[in-house]
T-cell receptor, first 120, second 117 residues
Framework: TQLLEQSPQFLSIQEGENLTVYCNSS?????LQWYRQEPGEGPVLLVT?????EVKKLKRLTFQFGDARKDSSLHITAAQPGDTGLYLC????????????????????FGTGTRLTIIP | GAVVSQHPSRVICKSGTSVKIECRSL??????MFWYRQFPKQSLMLMAT?????????EQGVEKDKFLINHASLTLSTLTVTSAHPEDSSFYIC?????????????FGPGTRLTVL
């Protein structure tokens, strides 16, 4: 099982501050997703990135996929209490050959998670 | 976006009983669904991959006879925890893959919290 490390594991900051969460692995992945999960609920997809070096912005959130497709970061500007939650990076395993029979069935590898708390 | 529902959202049962959890894709067909387990303050751990019309594929260490999975239709997969024990208490989450999307994203259900007394 590939280990996907996220850092920091826990982060508590004041409203209005900026923060960055990191996701690292020794493996190369075909795509990367970030999810946010609130207590008692399932994860909600925030973004998907597929190209090495790709940067995507979602309002105050900026997501970057590393050039080598082994790492990713999530930067939040001017954090708000509504940003509180568990942030999970998820990689999809890269396959040399994708067969029609298994396309779309690649396993997802979940990061260890970053629990973010924004203090009003 | 694609919507996935789970039922029930919470269940409390006595040790030794069986519990069935349903996972439904509401506005799309899902030939593949996934079942995850999440312990408090931890990330999601994949338990099994559920394929419509065929047997589920279980991850290493997951007992297939204890966690029965049935994917009888393109919109429904069920997970039955048989002879539940307190150590089975956890948050169970399903997801369904929407092949209509460009990247075959998985969409997650809201989860089911199981408490075994």
């Amino acid at each position: 099982t590939q280990l996907l490390e996220q850092s920091p594991q826990f982060l508590s900051i004041q409203e209005g501050e900026n923060l960055t969460v990191y996701c690292n692995s020794s493996s190369v992945f075909s795509s990367l997703q970030w999810y946010r999960q609130e207590p008692g609920e399932g994860p909600v997809l925030l973004v998907t990135v597929v190209t090495g070096g790709e940067v995507k912005k979602l309002k105050r959130l900026t997501f970057q996929f590393g050039d080598a497709r082994k790492d990713s970061s999530l930067h939040i500007t001017a954090a708000q209490p509504g940003d509180t939650g568990l942030y999970l990076c998820v990689f999809r395993e890269r396959k040399r050959v994708i067969l029609a029979s298994n396309f779309g069935n690649e396993k997802l590898t979940f990061g260890t998670g970053t629990r973010l708390t924004i203090i009003p | 976006g694609a919507v996935v529902s789970q039922h029930p959202s919470r269940v409390i049962c006595k040790s030794g009983t069986s519990v069935k959890i349903e996972c439904r894709s509401l506005d799309f067909q899902a030939t593949t669904m996934f079942w995850y387990r999440q312990f408090p303050k931890q990330s999601l751990m994949l338990m099994a991959t559920s394929n419509e019309g065929s047997k589920a594929t279980y991850e290493q260490g997951v007992e297939k006879d204890k966690f029965l999975i049935n994917h009888a239709s393109l919109t429904l997969s069920t997970l039955t925890v048989t002879s539940a024990h307190p150590e089975d208490s956890s948050f169970y989450i399903c997801s369904a893959r929407d092949r209509r999307g460009a990247y075959n994203e998985q969409f997650f259900g809201p989860g089911t919290r199981l408490t075994v007394l």
